[in-house]
């Protein structure tokens, strides 16, 4: 199975991915994740994009369409993949169409979660990510770490993101609705959106992605 994950920031998209990409099998690739592994790598990569991430913009398409491809190109993604955050603009999805036209294969689906806005602001506001690895995901009331500030997963230290703060979350919800939701409407006219409502629990929302999904091809 391909599919793109879409929604706001803190709509759960990191959170609903890991459980997807388990129950179908196949690999979870987030740019936001892979850029923020560079950051803490210290690579030019990470480097260039840091300032962007910071500010709530998009890092240009010559960094990140890139580096999805190389992901994409691993060995482990060769029967189907889970895209959380890219595309995030229609010269992303051009891309990637491209370049999944080139393999021969096509999106199975475009998975779009919708939340209220005052929702993700709480889910942001209340984020903590794991040091290690930044797709370690918990929240300080609606999903607590066994032990305040350490990750269940690895024991790593947990931190708010740099681009959690007010003033620049505000600026990727607008980023977002100016530059990435124009991607439903690209997707829409192939058929291939599944809209469903991110609120609820955890596992409800993962339920309820499992059922609109086409079945496993
Ligand atoms: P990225 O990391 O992709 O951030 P985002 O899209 O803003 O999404 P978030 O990670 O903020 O939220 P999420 O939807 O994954 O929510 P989560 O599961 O964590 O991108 C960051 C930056 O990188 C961008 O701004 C840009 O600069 C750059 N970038 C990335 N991709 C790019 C691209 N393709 N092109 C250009 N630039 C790119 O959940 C949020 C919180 O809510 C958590 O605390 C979680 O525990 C909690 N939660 C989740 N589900 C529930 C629930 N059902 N109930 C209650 N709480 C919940
Ligand atoms: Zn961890």
Sequence with gaps: ?????????????????????????IPHIS?????????SQGTELGLQAKSYMDAG???????????ARDRMNQPDA?????LDGFPRNVAQAEALDEALE?????????????????????????RRICRNDSSHVFHVTYSRPQQDGVCDVCGGELYQRDDDSEETVRKRLEVYHTQTEPII????AQGLVVT???LG??????????????ARS
């Excluded at 740019?31 to 950051?39: K, P, S």
């Excluded at 955890?202 to 992605?209: C, D, N, Y």
């Design 78 to 82: 060769e029967n189907g993949f889970l």
């Design 185 to 188: 409407d690209y997707y829409k």
């Design 31 to 39: 740019t936001g994740d892979l850029f923020r592994a560079n950051i």
């Design 1 to 25: 199975m391909r599919i793109v994950l879409v929604g706001p920031p803190g709509a759960g998209k990191g959170t609903q991915a890991a459980y997807l990409a388990k129950n179908l099998a």
């Design 196 to 198: 469903i409502s991110a």
């Design 102 to 126: 080139l393999d021969g294969v096509k999106l199975d689906a475009v998975l779009d979660l919708e939340v209220p806005e005052d929702e993700v602001v709480k889910r942001i506001a209340g």
């Design 57 to 67: 913009q998009l890092v240009p398409d010559e960094v990140t369409i890139g580096m």
């Design 201 to 214: 629990k955890v596992a409800e929302v993962t339920g309820r992605a499992m059922d609109a999904l086409p």
